[in-house]
């Protein structure tokens, strides 16, 4: 499929994975993009992971004509996007991979090669005919090699996992072919708070080197390209980068027997009561941490609740800190709250956690020693006034 002369997508829809990266879900699939360049000369843009499309050398081969491939351009390392580099030199003995230096050691360990190696700086022109590829540096979006490609013939940029989204193209490859409100930005935070958050402040500063530069397309190694808004993608990651939220609260809890999920319905009813229209419970042994990291990114309020787990908090808890702390999304208003029978601990790890990250507490914590009643949960209606209010300025 053509995207502007001599531009060729070459991408196929993953329906079978579970979890990318081994580890984030992936109800909707994913999509890898691949482009080529079939000009003067000819480039290839980043490949796939090994295996996703099993015509992908029978499709570049008929759209080159028995044209030989000049040039691999590497953006990034991670094999979702490198996983053919291997069966393209193998195809293309004569082919030049270009990548910057610090991509050179991993395609040594990852390939054995250590010939055709062009290195790509910051600026860099590569002339192909009518398309000339300028290399962007963008280190940690979100490996310390990955860079950008782009065309200033048709201001086009090749992103690679940047402005990317999980969910794989049910027919629409453009994002002026498909509901991207309804259906792919949800799936584009969670891609963006699971895979790139932890690196915002070098999204600003990749930000900051696009700033002025001409862009009709963004095409994204993962998910649609934006041939339409391609501004609302640079404004969404401007947005998430910044930290800036939405009038929301996320309470997530862990409840062994029920009673500190009770709690949890409370303190969220009388948020509610303040008016607050945005509140997302979550119930941590239920519900994927991807998918709790991404409504924390959406919404300004984080309610954190557990119950007492042998002297600490809930082992599911544990591992939502544990995502939090690496994600470290800033900027949040929050409150703790506990449970137990015997012996606490839950609460207190809780607060450890919670003092340690850069976020502001709305009131004191509540702990609730077994099964909550009126008396007991009056210091949750104070938490959950607090909340309110503070999420409302």
Known sequence: MNITNHLYYLGINDRKKHLFENNWPLPFGVSYNSYLIADEHTALIDTLEYGAYPNYLGRIEEILKGRDLEYLIINHMEPDHAGMTGEICRRYPN??????????????????FTHNLMEAKDGDLLDLGRHKLQFVMTPWLHWPETMMTYDTADHLLFSCDAFGSFGCLDGGIFDDELDFDYYYQDEMLRYYANIVGKYS????????????VPLRYICPSHGPIWRTQPTKALGLYDKWSKHQAMEGVVIAFASMYGHTEQTADYIARKIAEQG????????????HVSYILRDVWKYKGLVLGSCAYNGDMHPMMRQLCHELEMAAPKCKVYGLFGGYSWNGGGLKKLQTFASAMDWEEAALSADILGAPDAEKLAPCNILAQAIAAKIKE
Request: avoid cysteine; aromatic fraction near 10%.
């Open 95 to 112: 082919i030049r991979i270009i990548a910057n230096n610090k991509a050179f050691k991993m395609i040594e360990n990852y390939f054995g």
């Open 276 to 287: 607050i229209k945005h509140i997302r419970v979550y119930d941590v042994s239920k519900t």
């Open 201 to 212: 402040g070098m999204v600003q500063k990749a930000l900051a080197k696009l700033a002025g």
